[in-house]
C-alpha cells in the first residue's frame, strides 16, 4: 500500500525557515519524479517544485525561486522541501506528490504551513 507522510509544517514569522519532509512507502520511489504542490482555501492546488527521479532535473514555481528548494534521499525514500526567507503568501497546506505515470499518482495528507507575526 502507497503512503506518502509529510512532516515540518508549522508556525514561523515571515524571513523564517522551514523543513518540509515526506517519507514515501509502497513503491519504488527511485523511479519516481517527486513534486511539492500547496493549496489555500478557495484556490487550485499550485505546484511549487518538482525533481526528477534521480536529483538531475529541478523546477519551480517562480514566485518561490531563491527561496525554497528540494531535494531527495532516494535511499531514505524521502523528499524534502527547504524553505528560506517565508512570505505570508507561502501559507498553505503543502502537499507531497509522487508521479511515475498516469496510473502511478499518489498524494500525501498535507502538512499546514503558516507565516505570521
Known amino acids: 500500500q502507497v503512503h506518502l507522510v509529510e512532516s515540518g509544517g508549522g508556525l514561523v514569522q515571515p524571513g523564517g525557515s522551514l523543513k518540509l519532509s515526506c517519507v514515501a512507502s509502497?513503491?519504488?520511489?527511485?523511479?519516481?519524479?517527486m513534486s511539492w504542490y500547496r493549496q489555500v482555501p478557495g484556490k487550485e492546488r499550485e505546484l511549487v517544485a518538482r525533481i526528477s527521479s534521480g536529483g538531475s532535473s529541478i523546477n519551480y514555481v517562480d514566485s518561490v525561486k531563491g527561496r525554497f528548494t528540494i531535494s531527495r534521499d532516494n535511499p531514505k525514500n524521502t523528499v524534502y522541501l527547504q524553505m528560506n526567507s517565508l512570505k505570508p503568501e507561502d501559507t498553505a497546506v503543502y502537499y507531497c506528490?509522487?508521479?511515475?505515470?498516469?496510473?502511478?499518482?499518489?498524494w500525501g495528507q498535507g502538512t499546514q504551513v503558516t507565516v505570521s507575526s
Open positions: 506528490n509522487a508521479d511515475g505515470g498516469p496510473e502511478y499518482y499518489y
Open positions: 509502497g513503491f519504488t520511489f527511485s523511479n519516481y519524479f
